[in-house]
């Protein structure tokens, strides 16, 4: 355990599942978002306003040790606020002398082209959101590089699992169906293989970051299941696992979501990221791994505990081993 206190900026699904893996370690936390409340034990204090704003945000992070980043604005909003929520943090967390651990996905890469993403694949990103993933990763390296702070960067897939609601491609539109034996609906060619993140992996991830003498300076992907599956598999899993005789899904055709784009802001931006899910999708996180002892949460385990969160949304996820 890193002491000190522990500030993560936002109080989404990766925020909540970061401060599950902090407390378990006992450390003390402090959250921040725009409203100052959370689903959260009363014991964690909740600071509101607007991280963007490098006065508010160093004042919310006064007294850290170590600073998380997980904060992630509608996806239609990226352009316009995502730099500057990540430029107050870092500012934040400069001030404070704080390590700063920032949450990415991988979607500066560009297409897979046939090979497993690892961490040191060059950027080839050929999207408007994987070249703003760029940009603000190149922040963070600079600002590390430059002795300014200690900066360690954690990536995910797609992600799964307890609060992960809408957002996740496995989340609202499956896990419901299959506990009612109803028809679910994914994205994109569910035949391909298809690396998908545990939701609470991420945050053990992120917490192993802000305490191990090894993470600073480097980019690591959040641990994944070394046997990757595809999209149907897993689906297959989660209505065997919810008790159903037999899978109902399809798939929304990319006629429906273009038509959906004419209205629909968020959907407009999903279209340029379903590359993703037209061929082989593999994110290796050996690294983490093998350097840092991080293991991802076995899948039958993940998707038993993601169906627990749908039935009992109150039920605190068990307990695992700190890696």
């Avoid at 390296?141 to 809408?166: C, K, N, W």
């Avoid at 939701?199 to 192993?208: F, H, Q, R, T």
């Avoid at 993470?215 to 899993?237: E, K, Y």
């Amino acid at each position: 355990m890193t002491p000190g206190l522990h500030v993560i900026f936002g109080t989404g699904a990766i925020g909540l599942a970061t401060l599950d893996s902090l407390r378990r370690r006992g450390s003390t936390v402090r959250m921040v978002n725009r409203s100052g409340t959370a689903q959260v034990p009363n014991d964690v204090e909740v600071v509101a306003g607007d991280a963007a704003d490098p006065v508010f945000a160093a004042h919310a992070a006064r007294g850290a040790a170590v600073v998380y980043q997980t904060m992630n604005p509608p996806y239609h909003q990226w352009g316009a606020r995502f730099p500057a929520l990540q430029a107050g943090v870092l500012a934040a967390a400069e001030a404070t002398g704080a390590r700063l651990v920032s949450m990415e996905n991988v979607y500066m890469y560009g297409r897979p082209a046939g090979r497993p993403l690892t961490e040191d694949r060059p950027n080839n990103a050929h999207t408007g959101k994987g070249r703003l993933r760029v940009d603000m990763a190149d922040e963070l390296l600079r600002a590390h590089q430059a002795g300014r702070l200690e900066v360690a960067i954690g990536r995910a897939s797609d992600y799964f699992g307890p609060r992960g609601g809408a957002q996740s491609n496995l989340g609202d539109r499956v896990f419901p169906a299959a506990l009612a034996g109803k028809t679910s609906s994914v994205l994109g060619d569910r035949h391909q293989p298809h690396t998908y993140t545990y939701i609470p992996d991420i945050g053990e991830g992120l917490a192993v970051l802000g305490e191990h003498p090894d993470g600073p300076g480097d980019i690591w992907h959040l641990p994944n299941d070394p046997q990757t599956r595809s999209t149907q598999a897993l689906v297959d899993t989660i209505y065997r696992k919810a008790g159903q005789p037999s899978t109902r899904i399809r798939t929304v055709p990319p006629f429906i979501l273009r038509a959906m784009a004419l209205t629909s802001a968020v959907v407009r931006e999903l279209l340029e990221m379903q590359y993703q899910f037209e061929e082989p999708f593999i994110v290796d996180s050996s690294k983490i791994t093998t350097r840092l002892g991080v293991t991802a949460t076995p899948l039958d385990q993940a998707i038993a505990e993601t169906l627990l969160s749908y039935t009992s949304p109150s039920q605190p996820r068990p307990e695992r081993a700190q890696s």
